[in-house]
């Protein structure tokens, strides 16, 4: 079964900082991997979407990287702003004939101005 | 981009009520859609994937009798919470899957407290 673990938990950091989100899943047959950002009782906005061929994608200020062979993604923020503070959740879904997507706890990010 | 809207964002009901909650997905059509529970401080865990036209797939440990799912259109699904009770208390999103590419778009979400 598949599990999904973010570190840390929670974050908080002054703003303009550069910082990054860490996720680890225990099985690496996926399809793809999502980073989700979610705000105090909102539903989820899509940031995005790493298919497991690719090694990273980048929009903006946002870059996610994926290793799938040792079960690791990472959501780097560059030059942190307080409008950037939320829940950044990530997610996998497991082959293309699945639909789910298994959730990891999310960290809950600060960012100080 | 697809949008996924959700009814009501919030509800208050009393223990033993029944409380329905829509998600529909306004302008694309969606076969699927799926239903998540997320407690506090925990990730959202899907519950039920909702077909149109068809009878909903629970996830193990989800009571289908309590959970009612009804996905009458390609751009509606419903959630029933039948003889609702605190423990049930929570915040349920719905999201739609769009093809072919494959990508779930998320409602809102609806905050359910049950006094």
């Known amino acids: 079964k598949q599990e999904v673990t973010q570190i840390p938990a929670a974050l908080s950091v002054p703003e303009g900082e550069n910082l990054v989100l860490n996720c680890s899943f225990t099985?690496?047959?996926?399809?793809?991997l999502q980073w989700f950002r979610q705000d105090p009782g909102k539903g989820l906005t899509s940031l995005l979407l790493?298919?497991?061929?690719?090694r990273e994608q980048t929009s903006g200020r946002l870059n996610a990287s994926l290793d799938k062979s040792s079960g690791r993604s990472t959501l780097y923020i560059a030059a942190s702003q307080p409008g950037d503070s939320a829940t950044y959740l990530c997610a996998v879904k497991n082959g293309a004939g699945s639909y789910q997507l298994t959730f990891g706890k999310g960290t809950k990010l600060s960012v100080i101005p | 981009g697809a949008v996924v809207s959700q009814h009501p964002s919030r509800v208050i009901c009393k223990s033993g009520t029944s409380v329905k909650i829509e998600c529909r997905s306004l302008d694309f059509q969606a076969t699927t859609m799926f239903w998540y529970r997320q407690f506090p401080k925990q990730s959202l865990m899907l519950m039920a994937t909702?077909?149109?036209?068809?009878?909903?797939?629970?996830e193990q440990g989800v009571e289908k009798d309590k959970f009612l799912i009804n996905h009458a259109s390609l751009t509606l699904s419903t959630l029933t919470v039948t003889s609702a009770h605190p423990e049930d208390s929570s915040f349920y999103i719905c999201?739609?899957?769009?093809?072919?590419?494959?990508?779930?778009?998320f409602g809102p979400g609806t905050r359910l407290t049950v006094l």
């Open positions: 099985d690496s047959a996926i399809y793809n």
């Open positions: 790493i298919q497991s061929s690719q």
């Open positions: 999201s739609a899957r769009v093809q072919p590419t494959d990508t779930q778009y």
């Open positions: 909702s077909n149109e036209g068809s009878k909903a797939t629970y």
